[in-house]
């Protein structure tokens, strides 16, 4: 394994230990709004905390951009870092959630991790070398368009003021696909489309620590993540379409008439 990439998934599998201790008595958990539908927990810190020690232990130079601790050095080499995704679902004991771990490099995806302890599924990328699901080679379905079709989705829950757009856009993959699903972890619902097990997913409003791993697995897999216009501005709009050419081709198709100048941008 890529030497680089067997830190980050060491790294993940600590932060994975420390999401399992508290999983099953998560009322006792102090539990802070950061905003509106929000939320964070000392477990996410001290998963992060064991994300970011392992990860200085052998890369001190390199910056880092965590959900909870936020941008830590200049360097143009950055780990991109979401402790739990899908903190809301892991407070309710909702069985979907994981860490995830990206690293950029001058502005290019070069590693990325996605790791469900509680299945121990250990999502990896390298660039060029192809997605894994742990020594399994992942490729994305080969569905040809909409029609039967699994889409995942989440909703914009904490900025709302895209709701009504996103309502629209959700209706007309509805008409036209099999089936629409929202398990609430945008790391993972990512991961799920480079292993094939759904043809697609979007959502818009995400942070870069949401989709940096994800969004490699996918193309590794041999699928791509574009923005709502099919440029590269993913990770700075926060809007993200992926899935295999002809799927997402197809999305970006329906969703051009509810973009506006911010989506579109």
């Known amino acids: 394994m890529n030497p680089m990439l067997n830190i980050a998934t060491r790294a993940a599998r600590q932060a994975g230990r420390v999401l399992l201790r508290y999983y099953e008595r998560t009322e006792q958990l102090t539990v802070h709004d950061k905003g509106r539908n929000d939320f964070v927990s000392e477990v996410d810190r001290s998963a992060e905390t064991a994300i970011v020690k392992e990860l200085r232990s052998k890369y001190p130079t390199h910056a880092i951009l965590a959900e909870e601790g936020g941008r ?3 360097s143009d080499t950055v780990w991109i870092i979401d402790p739990l995704d899908g903190t809301t679902n892991y407070l309710h004991g909702f069985p979907q ?17 996605v790791y469900n302890p509680l299945s121990e599924e250990m999502f990896t990328a390298a660039r060029g070398q192809g997605a894994h699901l742990n020594d399994r080679r992942l490729r994305v379905a080969n569905r040809t368009g909409l029609d039967g079709a699994l889409i995942g989705s989440g909703f914009p829950f904490r900025d709302q003021h895209r709701l009504d757009r996103y309502l629209g856009m959700l209706k007309v993959i509805m008409q036209e696909a ?38 490699l697995l996918i193309s590794e897999a041999g699928g791509t993540a574009t923005d709502l216009a099919g440029g590269g501005r993913f990770l700075e709009t926060g809007n993200v379409v992926a899935a295999n050419l ?19 941008a």
């Open 97 to 113: 959630f994981a860490v995830s771990i990206g690293l950029q490099s001058r502005g290019k995806l070069e590693l990325g991790v």
């Open 246 to 264: 002809k799927v997402h081709r197809a999305l970006l198709e329906r969703f051009r008439p509810f973009l506006n100048e911010e989506l579109a």
């Open 178 to 215: 099999a089936g629409i699903r929202r398990p609430g972890s945008a790391a993972l619902d990512l991961a799920y489309v480079a292993a094939g097990r759904t043809d697609g997913f979007w959502e818009l409003g995400l942070s870069p620590w949401d989709m940096a791993a994800g969004a």
């Open 72 to 74: 830590q050095g200049s």
